[in-house]
C-alpha cells in the first residue's frame, strides 16, 4: 500500500511542476477538491475532450451535440428524482473526526479480500507454471473458496442494505466486519446518515422573491429535456443518441484522491434513445464499443475491466462500469447504463408536456428508451495522466522521469531546440516553429544544454523534440528525436510535418476501434 502511495504522491506532484494541476487558489490556502488546469493541463483536457466527441458525435452521423445550460429549471431536479433521494450514506470516525461513505468503506475492505485471492492466484502460477489451471485452482483452494464466500455475504448483506436504505444496519454491517478508521485506526463509529448532495442557489434580484436552483449534479438532464427539440430539428430516426460535455457540481463531502472525486467536475455523456425492447443488444454494442475507445489509446488492456452492478437503481434493467486501475486500485472510469423510460416518463409527468417518438415504421408514438454511456473527463485525465508517468532505468545507469502520454493526447506535439543561441541556428528554429504552429501546438527551447533539454520534454510528456545544429545550415536537415524510445533520425526540414502527423493524427488513432 505505501508503495501504490508513493505513486501517486509522485503523480500529484508532477502534474503540479510540470504546470498540469494546481490546487485551486491556492495562494489563500486552497479549496479542499477544487483544482484548477494549468497551462499544460488544460491542453491535454481539452484533447481527451476532443477525441472523445470525434469519436462518439463526427464518427456517427445518428449522434449529434449540444450544450445546455449549467442551471436548470427547479422542476427537473424533482423530476429526476435528485430533490429525494441524491444522497450518500456517511459514518464519521469519533476518534480521527473523519468523515467517510458508508458503502465505500465496505467496498473497499471488500477489494482487500479480492486482492487477497489474487495474490493466492499469482502465487500459484509461479509454483506451477504452465500447468497451472486458474479456474480449478479457485474452485479447489480452501482459502480461495472461504475469501470467496466473504465476498459473496458482504455482497448480499451491501446490496440489501442499500435497497432498504437501512442505516441502522448499515452501521451493523461496518462493525460486523470490523472495519477501522483508516486514519486512526479505530472503530469508533457514529450512526450512519444520509447527506443531499446538491449545491443550492438563487435566482432573481431580491431575497424575498429569488427562485431555490441548483448548480445541476450531472449533465443527461439537459439532454433528457431538449430530447424533442432535437429529435424535431435535426429530424433524427430511432436510434439516435444526443452527447455533450460540461460541468457538474456535486457537494461531495468525502472528496478525495485528487481530481478522481472533485466538487467541480467536467462530464462526457452520451443519451442513446432507442426502440422500448432494443436495449439488450444496445446495451452490449456500447459496453463493447466504449472500451474500444480506451483501448485505441494503448494503456493496457490489462488495467481495464468491466463491473457489473449488483444493485442497480430502481428504474435500470442493466449497468456496469468500464474500471480503470489508477494508482489507488481498479475504480469506476465509465458507467455504461440501461435507464429504460425513466427518464423521458418522469419529465412527461412532471411538465405536463409530451415526449414522444412517432415511429413512421410502427405508425405509433412511444416513449423511447434510454442507454447512457457517461465518463467522467477529469477522472479520464488522472487515467490517461498517472499511466503515462514512469521512470525508466537507462543502459548507463541512470534513470529518466518520462510522460508516456498517447501523442495524440499529448498537450505540446514538438519542442524545436537550436544546438547554441548564435550562428544563425535559433532564427532557423524559429522559423520551424512559425511554420509548424499552423497544424501543431509547438514550442522553442533554447535554455540549458541540450540533452537537459530532451530530460524537460520527456517529463512533460512531449512526443517529440527536434534539433537544430550546424548541419542544419550546409544540407536544411534537422535531428527528430522520439520521446518513447529516445531514437534519434536525421531528416529533412520539410519532411517534419508528415512524421509529426502521422504519430498525432487523430484519424490513426481512433481506426484502431475498428
Not at 243 to 255: D, H, L, P, Y
Not at 413 to 434: F, S, T, Y
Not at 467 to 484: C, K, M, P, Q, W
Request: charged share 30%; aromatic share 12%.
Amino acid at each position: 500500500m505505501a508503495n501504490q502511495d508513493d505513486t501517486f504522491k509522485k503523480v500529484i506532484s508532477h502534474a503540479k511542476e510540470y504546470g498540469y494541476v494546481f490546487q485551486s487558489s491556492e495562494i489563500y490556502d486552497g479549496l479542499s477538491a477544487v483544482y484548477d488546469y494549468a497551462q499544460n493541463g488544460a491542453e491535454l483536457k481539452k484533447n481527451i475532450r476532443d477525441y472523445w466527441w470525434r469519436a462518439m458525435v463526427q464518427m456517427n452521423e445518428n449522434i449529434v451535440g449540444i450544450d445546455a445550460a449549467i442551471f436548470m429549471h427547479p422542476t427537473t431536479w424533482k423530476a429526476s428524482g435528485h430533490v429525494d433521494a441524491f444522497n450518500d450514506p456517511l459514518i464519521d470516525n469519533k476518534d480521527s473526526k473523519k468523515r467517510y461513505r458508508a458503502d465505500v468503506l465496505v467496498e473497499d475492505f471488500r477489494e482487500k479480500i479480492k486482492e487477497k485471492i489474487e495474490k493466492d492466484v499469482n502465487k500459484a502460477k509461479k509454483r506451477f507454471g504452465d500447468a497451472f489451471d486458474e479456474k480449478q485452482f479457485k474452485e479447489t483452494n480452501p482459502n480461495v473458496i472461504r475469501r470467496q464466500k466473504q465476498i459473496d455475504e458482504i455482497t448480499e448483506r451491501l446490496t440489501q442494505v442499500q435497497d432498504d436504505g437501512n442505516l441502522e444496519d448499515f452501521k451493523q454491517l461496518i462493525v460486523d466486519l470490523g472495519i477501522v478508521c483508516p486514519v486512526s485506526g479505530s472503530k469508533n463509529w457514529t450512526d450512519v446518515k444520509q447527506f443531499n448532495l446538491m449545491f443550492g442557489t438563487k435566482l432573481g434580484a431580491s431575497a424575498d422573491s429569488a427562485m431555490d436552483l441548483y448548480l445541476r449534479p450531472e449533465t443527461a438532464q439537459g439532454i433528457f429535456v431538449n430530447f424533442l427539440n432535437v429529435q424535431k430539428t435535426s429530424r433524427l430516426k430511432i436510434p439516435f443518441g444526443i452527447a455533450q460535455t460540461g460541468k457538474a457540481f456535486r457537494n461531495e463531502i468525502v472528496a478525495r484522491q485528487f481530481i478522481f472525486r472533485m466538487r467541480e467536475f467536467e462530464q462526457m455523456e452520451m443519451q442513446f434513445f432507442i426502440k422500448p425492447g432494443t436495449q439488450a443488444e444496445w446495451y452490449e454494442h456500447w459496453k463493447e464499443t466504449r472500451l474500444k475507445w480506451h483501448l485505441s489509446l494503448g494503456m493496457g488492456e490489462e488495467n481495464y475491466r468491466f463491473h457489473d452492478h449488483e444493485k442497480l437503481a430502481h428504474y435500470a434493467d442493466a449497468a456496469a462500469d468500464i474500471e480503470f486501475k489508477f494508482p489507488f486500485g481498479f475504480k469506476e472510469l465509465e458507467g455504461i447504463h440501461s435507464r429504460t423510460d425513466f427518464d423521458l416518463s418522469q419529465h412527461e409527468k412532471f411538465s405536463g408536456k409530451k415526449l414522444q417518438y412517432f415511429d413512421p415504421e410502427e405508425n405509433k408514438s412511444y416513449v423511447p428508451y434510454v442507454l447512457e454511456t457517461s465518463i467522467g473527463l477529469d477522472r479520464m485525465f488522472l487515467a490517461v495522466f498517472s499511466n503515462a508517468l514512469q521512470e525508466e532505468e537507462l543502459e548507463n545507469g541512470t534513470t529518466r522521469t518520462v510522460l508516456k502520454l498517447p501523442s495524440v493526447l499529448a498537450p505540446v506535439k514538438a519542442a524545436v531546440l537550436p544546438l547554441v543561441k548564435k550562428d544563425g541556428l535559433p532564427e532557423i528554429a524559429r522559423n520551424i516553429v512559425e511554420d509548424l504552429k499552423w497544424d501543431f501546438n509547438i514550442i522553442y527551447d533554447e535554455k540549458d544544454a541540450v540533452g537537459r533539454r530532451y530530460r524537460r520534454q520527456d517529463a512533460n510528456g512531449t512526443p517529440f523534440c527536434i534539433t537544430v545544429d550546424h548541419d542544419t545550415l550546409e544540407d536544411n536537415t534537422v535531428t527528430i528525436r522520439h520521446r518513447d524510445t529516445m531514437e534519434q533520425q536525421r531528416v529533412k526540414i520539410d519532411d517534419l510535418r508528415v512524421i509529426i502527423k502521422k504519430e498525432v493524427d487523430v484519424r490513426n488513432w481512433l481506426m484502431k476501434m475498428k
